[in-house]
Each structure stands twice: as structure tokens, then as C-alpha cells.
């Protein structure tokens, strides 16, 4: 018997010292450092990361993309990454429940849209697996989405007819090819280049956006929708092999820093930068004007669909959608 609780103890002190042992995440970057949810929101974290775990956790960033951006949350399922920030819109009908968040007239601003995602994240989506095979720190949301071009303001519904507008994801295509213009997908990336080259006559950007990737000389109107033509669903994750190897009080001390706290924090610097960059927008001079009358009574007509084929995904998925959509239009205030 004492040989048995020596064991048994010696065995304790081992699996104790798994348990504490140091864990780097590797992270992986496939954005500049010095954009600005890196320099003021991600690195800023991460740093935290290290403060409430006394060192003991840390993130490391890759010197460069561990795979392409649209494969982001399968390389943390493979574990190729440990952590990955991404985009659910980059791979279509992967994660149709995040599609909620991308839905027209729904968002306020980045704070509020990001605290109430995480809030039906953990209540609803979640437990329905829309994010199977990893550890989620938080899930959040850009501000609102509009509509900019260089060739026409909108004023009535037949102006959006023949305007190639480069789409941010599945739902913000299908929208635009709704109200009548051509949508062209393209990374963020090669938004200037077709712009200037005439292979698109717009983007559905936010206004820091235009100015993060300098393309603010190549528009001259922009197209406000209340409640936004659209928004973009965001993650961090972890792998779930490399999170089972910090301690489980380290886990609860990142966890404290994460979910609401993080989608918080992440939505009010977005929301910042997006509030600047209207300033800087109204100052460039580029021409705003806000949908209303017919033509808002157009776009909402034509865009009900998106919707109603959201609603059909969420109750494929066992979710009871109506309460769902009314959750998160309560919790973040969302225009109706």
C-alpha cells in the first residue's frame, strides 16, 4: 500500500509538471505587423497572454504565412498552427451559422455586433458545432459594410445596374448581383491594382479600410445602408492538443482575458479606426449619401432573401433561428 501512494504520488508530481509546463503557441501571421488589428489589438493580447500566465504561455508569430489566410482554422484543426485569427466568409459554406453575423441591416457598430456575437456564440452556435475540433478564444465582427465606387453616387435603385463592384464574401456577392451590379471576388489585397486598372469600379469596404490599404483615391462615392449592406465574421482559435498542455489555471486566467472581454476589446479598436477613418473619408472628399425612401425600401426588398436562407441553415443545424436572430439583435442593438 505505501509503495502504491509513493506511486501513486510520484506519478501526481509528474503529470503536475506536465501541467505546468512552459507552451508556445505558434502563431500564425499572414498580415503586416503594423496593420492595425495587430498593432492594437492582437499583439496587445498576446502580450496579455504572457502577463496573466507570469510567462508561462506565450505567442509566437510566424515570420510568415504558415498556409494561405482561406485555410487559417484548418491549419489549427491539423495542427500545422497552434493559434489563427481569420475570416469564416474566406471559405463559403463552411460555417454557414457565422453567415448571421453577415447579414444586411443588423449592424450598429463593432463593439456592440462583437460583444452580442459572442453571446450567442456561446449560447446558441457553439453548442449547435459550428466550430468543431478547436478551442475558440473569441469570435467578432467588423464594423458595418458599405458600398463604395468611383463612377456614380446611388440615388435610385437602377444606379447599382452595371457597376463591378469587388464582393467580400459569398453573402456580400449574392447581395450586389441582387440589386443589379456585378460582383468580382478579390483579396483585400488586390483591391488597388483592380481599381486602378479598371477591373472593378467599386469594393464593399468600411472607411478605415480605404484608408489601411490605400485605395482612397480610387473611389469618390459612397453608399450608406443603415444597419450596413453587410459585415464580416471573425475567429481566434487554438488547437485543442496545445491548449490541453497549459495548465488548467492558465487556461482560466486566458479565458478571462478572452470571449466577451477579447470580442470587446477587438470591436471598440475596429470601431475606432472605423470611426476615424469616416472623418478622413468626409475630409478626402469622396461623396456620401445614405440610402432612404424607395431606394432603402428597393434594397430591402431585394436583400430579404439573405434572411431566409440563413434562417433555413440555422434550423438544419437544430437551432430555433427566429430566437437566435432576436438574441443577438437584442444584445447588440441591431437595427430592424
Known amino acids: ?27 500564425t501571421e499572414w498580415l503586416p505587423p503594423t496593420y492595425f488589428a495587430n498593432e492594437n489589438g492582437l499583439y496587445p493580447y498576446f502580450e496579455d497572454i504572457a502577463r496573466v500566465t507570469e ?4 505567442v509566437e508569430k510566424s515570420a510568415a504565412p504558415l498556409g494561405p489566410p482561406p485555410r487559417n482554422y484548418q491549419l489549427v484543426l491539423d495542427g500545422i498552427a497552434d493559434m489563427a485569427w ?3 466568409g474566406y471559405t463559403p459554406g463552411t460555417f454557414p451559422l457565422s453567415e448571421m453575423v453577415e447579414l444586411p441591416f443588423y449592424s450598429t ?12 456564440f456561446e449560447e446558441y452556435l457553439e453548442p449547435a458545432g459550428m466550430h468543431p475540433g478547436v478551442v475558440t ?8 459594410g458599405q458600398i463604395f465606387n468611383k463612377l456614380r453616387p446611388i440615388k435610385a435603385p437602377g444606379d447599382f445596374t452595371g457597376l463591378k463592384i469587388r464582393s467580400t464574401n459569398a453573402g456580400v456577392a449574392a447581395s450586389l448581383q441582387a440589386l443589379g451590379a456585378t460582383p468580382i471576388g478579390l483579396p483585400v489585397t488586390e483591391m488597388r491594382d483592380a481599381l486602378e486598372k479598371g477591373i472593378v469600379d467599386g469594393v464593399s469596404l468600411t472607411d478605415e479600410a480605404l484608408f489601411n490599404f490605400r485605395i482612397e483615391d480610387f473611389v469618390k462615392y459612397e453608399t450608406i445602408v443603415p444597419g450596413g449592406l453587410y459585415n464580416a465574421s471573425m ?9 490541453a498542455r497549459i495548465s488548467p489555471e492558465d487556461q482560466a486566467a486566458i479565458m478571462e482575458i478572452s470571449g466577451e472581454a477579447l470580442a470587446r476589446r477587438l470591436g471598440r479598436m475596429w470601431q475606432d479606426e472605423q470611426d476615424a477613418g469616416f472623418e478622413l473619408a468626409k475630409n ?6 445614405e440610402a432612404s425612401g424607395a431606394l432603402l425600401d428597393h434594397i430591402r426588398g431585394k436583400l430579404a432573401f439573405q434572411e431566409a436562407a440563413w434562417i433555413e441553415k440555422a434550423a438544419a443545424a437544430g437551432l430555433d ?16
Not at 506511486?7 to 508556445?24: E, H, R, Y
Not at 478564444?137 to 458595418?144: A, E, K, M, S, Y
Not at 433561428?321 to 430592424?336: C, K, M, P, T, W
Open 55 to 58: 510567462g508561462r504561455v506565450v
Open 235 to 243: 475567429f481566434l482559435v487554438v488547437n485543442p492538443a496545445t491548449w
Open 1 to 27: 500500500m505505501k509503495a502504491m501512494t509513493i506511486g501513486f504520488l510520484v506519478a501526481s508530481a509528474i503529470g503536475a509538471s506536465a501541467n505546468a509546463q512552459d507552451v508556445k503557441l505558434r502563431y
Open 137 to 144: 478564444l473569441t469570435v467578432h465582427t467588423q464594423p458595418p
Open 284 to 289: 478626402a472628399g469622396i461623396e456620401m449619401s
Open 109 to 120: 457598430n463593432a463593439e456592440a455586433n462583437s460583444v452580442a456575437y459572442w453571446k450567442v
Open 321 to 336: 433561428a427566429e430566437a437566435v436572430l432576436s438574441a443577438y439583435r437584442e444584445a447588440s442593438g441591431a437595427v430592424e
Open 86 to 88: 481569420g475570416l469564416h
